[in-house]
């Protein structure tokens, strides 16, 4: 695993907390919360994208 995906991860986070805080503090309550899904579900994109490639590394290791 690089570096380089925390970093992004950490990125995704801030800015869907800054946006999170913008939204609530301005009452749009329901956008901040699709905000966070949304941020939500292209880190868990990210983070099977990364799954996928350790079972391909892990097939070729044991040569299945």
Do not use: P, Y
Not at 17 to 35: D, F
Not at 49 to 58: R, Y
Request: charged share 15%; glycine share 4%.
């Amino acid at each position: 695993m690089d570096v380089d995906l925390i970093f992004k991860i950490a990125a995704i986070g801030i800015l869907v907390a800054v946006l999170n805080q913008l939204l609530v503090r301005s009452g749009r309550e329901e956008q901040a919360m699709m905000t966070t899904l949304a941020g939500l579900v292209v880190v868990l994109m990210m983070m099977v994208q990364q799954i996928s490639q350790l079972f391909d590394l892990i097939k070729t290791l044991f040569n299945f």
